[in-house]
């Protein structure tokens, strides 16, 4: 039996159909065209699509057919021919003809078969396919991945199941076919066999090489490579590069993914002038909505024997942050762990750029333990501190800190109490230090400090007073502290009274004034409208003088002088110093804001300071403030378009009329990969003399726009367009020492399915000592990347930088939907 042509199913369910079938076999029977009088089907919205449909749902799925005929034994065997469409849950097959064997539920399909499952599509001239399992094979098949945008051809494909895939004899890249017969990607990769986990997200072949224009450039027996940017386990791409230091340097990451949370990546390095080196690092987060969220990481170097020193080198960093009870005593209660330790003092210079991070002279290891419930928090902390000293250099060396073994505070902090606002605070602090170096070079300007226990504590009310003239905040606060000294203090003529004393104690009281009103008026500028405002401030500190220059600096140091500072009580940062002040700050801000969003298109700033008295109260070292006008601050921001940005801060003398302090910086970024970042930098002594300048200048910019080259409206994350060239660069110049400080300079090329970066790089370590690296990296788009972390330098190094090829969003199947 067979249906005429004319009679087309269309996305009936395989029942209707059936049923149909039946009642023809037992009596004459009409069917109805769809062109005829039936009822239109029509499709309805529906909010509850699924990005993935599980096994057991797709299996109970209605399947929908279409075709120009129809045969076959009901509850058997059904064939299809003429245009057939088969469709159930996420899978679509067309072919030009399908046998359907119901008892086995399997499809044979023939002639122009594709199949569409989540947006992955294959085409061939024949498939056989248990459509319930998605088990069976496709013979001389191509086939196009959605995640990665990659396709190829194979000489055969088995489905295991819907999520299992191998393809043998099988290549594979992402570059888009070009018009003509001669055309060949840039680069393939080829494998004899292709599994493809898309659970998992991860392909491995095997018997694979990987050709860029048509030469092996990639031989590998197995590697396992990833559909999409999540991540897995296996080998990473190594790295390759050359410094002036190390000598050529390859690296060979190996990932493993242990759990979705926590993973953990070895990379060995080998340098032709220094050895091997073995690194690890092990990274773990709780989820934020987990009872109580946690996360850290630790790395370790290893490097047995260090060929340029020839010793042993070393390093470990640890750091965790989070909760252990979320509610203790009505609290949380966090813990904060961080490490840091390396083996001998020269390593900050050695290791300089691992990771583009660096490695600072301090390093500090504490840990802490804190607990709060948004009015009393306390907190138990413990800090060591690890000092890298130059060894060559006698004159330059850091004064170690001291460390906090232990360090408790406790504070309470109260709003609105009967319209005051107050707090409390108590610190414990045990200061330990070796410094025998500096006590044995100690200045009575800056002698060797004792090791010490200090008690502290703090008491601040005051009175906000808010309404729609302004404000006006009165407060009033004590501070006092007690010392008592291990073998008492040093005997200098300099603290002639204090000589040998073991203990020593102090409070200080403070009252300051803020006052403030804000004006708007609507205003026109460049043709647009303004909301501007004018935010005049007046503050007023006095605090009497209690002498406490004779006392050890455990943890003080002066403030900058800046927008955020100039408006505080005390000059000092820390608890060892509370300055004498007896002084009124004035200043404005005036803010220009679009009416309609809120958004802040200009913003300038003035401060200066009457000092009514000399602050008498100093830091070892420091000079004391002398009475009269300080320096003038102002500062001004521009963001009056989305292309422009401008910055600047100056500190003016009008005594000396020196600037002692400018910075004007400024962006320009017309679209996407087109930014322009620059800023100047100066200081100058007390006499108008320049102490340091600098210019610092960095760009990422398409340098087909020199020659009129039109952009492509690819979308956000995929370039401007393929055959494009970029120029990625950040210079930092010294005009007083007449040379570049720090550079990295680079090209990008950006040919659709690859992209190349080469780039010098320049980064100054200390005086006289830079380190150099050529970096060079060939990247193969939805694949991987092979060479050196240029990359990864570009990011760290240049502001508001865009990588190419990078899509913010995983592609949908609705996206390939047919």
Known sequence: MSLPASARFSRLPVAWVLGLLVGCMSEPCTVMAQEGNAPVLRLRPSHTLQEAIPDEVRKLSPTYIQSDRLSGQTDVRTELEGHVVIRRGNLL??????????????????????????????????????????????????????????????????????????????????????????????????????????????????????????????????????????????????????????????????????????????????????????????????????????????????????????????????????????????????????????????????????????????????????????????????????????????????????????????????????????????????FESNRDYECANSSPSNYCAPNANRSVASLQVSRPMVNALGYLTPKVQVNSRSYQFDGGLPNSPLYDGHMGQTSASVSVPTFSLDAGTTLERDHRLFGRAWRQTLEPRAFYVYTPYRDQNYLPNYDSGSNSFNFASVFTENAFGGSDRISDSKLLTLGAVSRFLDPDTGAEGARFGLAQRLRMQEQRVVIPGDASAKAGISDILGGATLNLSRSWALDSTIQYNPKTDNFMRRMVGGRYSPGSYRVINAAYRSQNNDDGSPSSRQVDIGWQWPLHDLWGGQDEALGEGRGLGEGRWYSVARMNFSPLDNKVVESIIGFEYDAGCWVSRVVAERLQVTDGLARQRLLFQLEFVGFSRLGTNALGSLRSNVPRYQPLRQNSMMPSRFGNYD
């Open 93 to 430: 097959l067309k072919a030009d003809k399908v046998d359907y064997d119901q008892v086995e539920d399997l499809a044979k399909a023939r002639g122009n078969v594709t199949i569409n499952t989540s947006g992955n599509v294959y085409q061939g001239p024949a498939l056989d396919l248990h459509l319930d399992a998605f088990e069976g094979f496709f013979s001389q098949p191509t086939y196009q991945l959605l995640k990665n945008k990659a396709y190829g051809k194979a000489e055969r494909i088995d489905f295991v199941d819907s999520a299992h895939t191998v393809m043998h004899k099988a290549d594979f890249t992402t570059c888009q076919r070009k018009p003509g017969p001669s055309w060949l990607p840039d680069w393939l990769f080829k494998a004899d066999k292709i599994t493809l986990d898309t659970d998992r997200n991860v392909g491995v072949a095997e018997g694979a090489s990987l050709y860029f224009k048509e030469v092996p450039i990639l031989p590998v027996p197995s590697i396992d490579f990833p559909l999409n940017e999540e991540r897995k386990s296996g080998f990473l791409p190594p790295t390759l590069g050359v410094d002036n230091i190390g000598g050529l340097e390859y690296t060979q990451p190996y990932y493993v993914n242990l759990a979705p949370n926590r993973d953990l990546t070895f990379f060995p390095t080998y340098w032709s002038q220094r050895g091997l080196r073995v690194g690890t690092e092990f990274r773990y987060l709780e989820s934020q909505s987990a009872a109580a969220p946690f996360g850290g990481e630790a790395r370790v170097d290893y490097m047995e024997k260090d060929m340029l020193r020839g010793e042993r080198r070393w390093g470990l960093m640890f750091k965790h942050t989070g909760l252990i009870d979320p509610s203790l005593a009505g609290g949380t209660l966090g813990l904060n762990l961080n490490f840091n330790r390396v083996s001998d003092d020269n390593y900050w210079k050695d290791f300089s750029m691992v990771n583009n991070s660096g490695v600072q002279r301090l390093l500090s290891s504490d840990a802490g333990l804190n607990w709060t419930d948004g009015i009393f928090s306390t907190s138990l902390r413990a800090q060591k501190w690890q000092t890298l000293q130059d060894l060559a250099d006698t004159t330059n060396r850091i004064t170690p800190p001291f460390d906090r073994v232990p360090q408790f505070i406790a504070r309470m902090q109260r709003s609105n109490v009967a319209g005051f606002d107050f707090s409390i605070q108590g610190d414990l602090t045990r």
